[in-house]
Every structure is written in structure tokens, then in C-alpha cells.
């Protein structure tokens, strides 16, 4: 099959960085599409970090430490785009006046205000499409719920909950980063890093707070600043928020948690949902099992825990026996992104990335969440903002 080549930019030669181009190398692993991503351009600030693409990556052209430099590059389609969210709303706004398609990391912005900075640019350029990083509810299970949302198999909604746990940070000699600061992580904290995983999917189902009580906590006050001495730890390193969900005449409670310190947690998401009709629960602690709960009325109410078959949105070499992982959710992720770069509604598939729209109401949450922490009340959401 002929494969439309996306040439792109990778502006932020980190961690995340790295695994597009790990996912990019592994294209071949997918089968039954017409796209292909190849990383051709690098910027990073640190010379070193670009170096790595340099060494490891056969189809990069150019590597950069000015990202301007990468966007006067007019053979370049889109950019993917990693940097602190303090960097977010100048190079993004930057990426998109350029016309340069953005897959870019979440929050979307250090805070509302540097989001809806970001949003005026996408409006004012509609021919460029632009999309958030949320890896997570490409795993089979995920998606597995994904279609039972949409079939409505579960009755009148009674609770959900969802989350994204590790604890990376428990250690408490672990040196500060930039995570740390708010003048490059943002007020928001740990919701800012890792918020947009939680909402990724409750905001697709439309289930919008109308408000939220925020329970947001510090835990480690300081941590060594690698020089030798200590640095104060100025963001927060875990919250819960409980939240009221209104729609179609019916009002249930949602509990969304970000954590950076969840003991025993390497790195856990996880969406619950119970209803009157049927209940179900996915983890990528267990990734390769999903739970369900039929129920009809007088009947038996019994968890049903099966294997989930290695069936992603987009089909692959690998046999339904083998387990999903993390690596592979980023090459789904990347997939989606391509296809509806080039195809448009008429992807492969009809799972998208995260969107601008869910990226802002994030953002409208998380504000919610800090107003109620600093005022100990449950503040209203207005969505008509």
C-alpha cells in the first residue's frame, strides 16, 4: 500500500520526544493505512538532547536550538511539540500561525488565561488542525468502554470515577524539576500534568462538571535542588475533586484524582462507571483485563473479569494472545492523529485525539478546583463561558 508521508517537527527532545520517535520507528507494526509520520527536524534548547535524534534516528534532517528555525522550514507538515507548560502558550501560538499542524502536550497552557490565548490562534487559523497528547484510552480496554459508553448499555449513571496515579515523586530525595515551580508547571500542579488524562474520556462522553470541591494536597515541602542544598516544592502533589455531573435529566456524582504520590501506583489509569443496568471498570494496572457488570432487575449482581484481546482502534501485526502497552497507546495515539490529518471524518476509525475544546474544559475545571481550595467551597462551573 502507498503511504502518505507526514513530515515532522519535534520541538522538545525529552522523554516524550523520544517515544514519538520510538512509535515513528515502529510504524511497520500497524497495518491497513495510507499515512506514515517520518521526523525529519528537531529543536531543543540543550544541544545534547538533539544529538540523541541525531544518533538514532535515520530520517532527521536538521536539528535546531531555536525552534523558530524549525517552523521557517516550509517542507515541514506538522509539529509535535514537548516542552514546560510555561512555554506552551508562546510556542504553540507560534506553531499554529505557521501553519504547521500541532499535536502538543497537555495542559494547553500554564493556566486558563494562556489557554484561551491559545484557542484564539486555533480559531483564527482553521485550516490547522490541532490535537492534545492523552495516550491512555487507546489501550483495548479503554476502548472496549468506550464503545459500551456509546451503546448506552449502562442504564441510568449512578457514580464515576476516574484517575491517573504514580509515584514517581514519593521518594523524598528526589531532586526538584520543573514540575515543582510554578513558574513553569503553573498553579494547577499535578491537575495541569496529569489532569487532561483523567477528563480525556469524561469529557468526550460529555459529562461536564457543573461544579467541583477541591481537595488539593502538599506533601513533600522541599526537595534537594541538586546543588547541594534544598529547594522549596511549590506546587501540589496530589488532588481529588468531587464533582456533580447534570445531563439528560439525570445528576450523579464524578470523582477525578491526579496523584504524583500514590504508594505502590507506577503509573496508573483508571475509569469506573456504575449505572443501574450495567457497571464496568478498566486499569492499566491490570492492562489486559476489564471488568463488567451486567445487571437486570431480581437478577444476580456478580463482577465478570475477562482478558482483553490485544484489538487496538488501529489493526497490527501482533496476535490477539499478546499484551498491550504503553508504547503501543502512543502509536495509536500517533495514528489517529495522521488519519484524521489526512482523512479528515472519514478516518479509519472514529476515536480522535484530544481536542482543543477538551483541552479548555480541563483548564475550566482546574481553575474551579484551585477558587475551591482557596475558599474551602464548592464552586459552580459556567460551561458557557
Known sequence: MAKTVIRFGVIGCGLMGKEFASASARWCHLEHVDFEPRIVAVCDANPAAAQWFLNQVPSVEHAYTDYKDLLADASIDAVYCAVPHNLHESIYIDIIQS????????????????????????????????????????????????????????GTIIEVEAGFWHSSDLDPNKAINWKRRIATNGEYGCMGDLGLHVLHLPLRFGWKPANVRAMLSKIIHERPDGKGGMAACETWDNAILA??????????????????????????????????????????KNPKQIASLPYEPGGSQAWHVVDVPYKSAYDTITG??????????????????????????????????????EAAGSHMVFTAALESEQTGETVTIDWRE
Open 99 to 154: 501553519g504547521k499542524h500541532l499535536l502538543g502536550e497537555k495542559p494547553f497552557g500554564i493556566d486558563k488565561k494562556a489557554n484561551s490565548a491559545i484557542q484564539e490562534a486555533i480559531l483564527a487559523h482553521p485550516n490547522v488542525m490541532v490535537r492534545s497528547s492523552s495516550e491512555f484510552p487507546f489501550f483495548p480496554g479503554a476502548q472496549q468502554l468506550v464503545r459500551w459508553v456509546n451503546e448506552g448499555r449502562f
Open 243 to 284: 464533582c456533580e455531573v447534570n445531563i439528560e435529566k439525570q445528576k450523579f456524582p464524578m470523582i477525578l484524582s491526579t496523584k504524583r504520590m500514590a504508594p505502590g501506583h507506577a503509573n496508573t489509569w483508571f475509569i469506573r462507571i456504575q449505572g443501574t443496568a450495567f457497571s464496568a471498570e478498566y486499569s492499566t
Open 320 to 357: 490477539g494472545i499478546f499484551e498491550f502497552g504503553f508504547s503501543d497507546s502512543i502509536l495509536q495515539m500517533w495514528a489517529a492523529f495522521c488519519d484524521e490529518l489526512l482523512h479528515g471524518k472519514e478516518m479509519v476509525q472514529s476515536f480522535h485525539c484530544a481536542t482543543p475544546d
